[in-house]
């Protein structure tokens, strides 16, 4: 049986939200294709149509969450101190941690530390440095800025966006793995501190 072209990019896609689903729940090494052919609802044989491999799918949704995530467009908004608290408290919040079916990279990162598979190492690596050059851009500018809380040294920047980083995704890692919600909030709230104390604001501060 022959398929349109649009029914194929709706089956391929319906691949990709099962894969990315998965892949940000338990991480590359304890998703089987057969486990996320049956959350997609289709035969197992269909997934080679789409892709070679698991690792070609999990490399695409990857990606495909790295543009979707509020991270990648954080050099695209405004240039304020808010707009950078607000990418620290979204992603730090509760309710966008169990928001497994619009997950963003950091759930990919968080899940896939320390993983042996050499493709996944390697988006691993690409996606850290990625994040990171922008972050430290971002930082970078607003430190310019004559009206920016931010009085640090440029020099402290680079070591400022690896500890920021280290803590965001190490929270999300913890708090996935502590099933009481109220300690789950607490590391978030405490890493979101962290983060703000890394930066020299206070509360008042980071929403200005």
């Given amino acids: 049986m022959s398929y349109s072209k649009e029914h194929k990019a709706k089956s391929k896609q319906r691949i990709l939200q099962s894969a990315t689903e998965l892949f940000c729940r338990y991480g590359f090494d304890k998703v089987s294709?057969?486990?996320l052919m049956k959350l997609a609802k289709m035969t197992h044989g269909a997934f080679y149509a789409h892709f070679e491999s698991k690792e070609a799918l999990y490399r695409e949704a990857f990606q495909g969450a790295l543009q979707r995530s509020?991270?990648?467009?954080?050099?695209?908004g405004p240039m304020a101190v808010s707009h950078l608290r607000e990418l620290v408290t979204g992603y730090l919040n509760l309710r966008d941690l169990g928001a497994q079916s619009t997950p963003g990279v950091e759930s990919f990162l968080s899940n896939n530390i320390a993983n042996e598979n050499p493709e996944v190492k390697k988006l691993y690596e690409q996606s850290y440095f990625g994040l990171y050059r922008l972050l430290e851009k971002r930082l970078l500018a607003l430190s310019k800025l004559k009206s920016?809380?931010?009085?640090?040294s440029p020099s402290l920047i680079p070591d400022k966006t690896r500890a920021i980083l280290a803590s965001m995704i190490g929270a999300i890692a913890l708090a996935k793995s502590i099933e009481q919600d109220e300690e789950r909030e607490a590391i978030l709230a405490a890493s979101q501190n962290h983060i703000f104390t890394i930066l020299g604001?206070?509360?008042a501060q980071g929403a200005t």
């Fill in 33 to 35: 294709i057969a486990s």
């Fill in 70 to 76: 509020r991270a990648s467009k954080l050099i695209k």
């Fill in 148 to 152: 920016s809380p931010l009085t640090f």
């Fill in 201 to 203: 604001l206070d509360e």
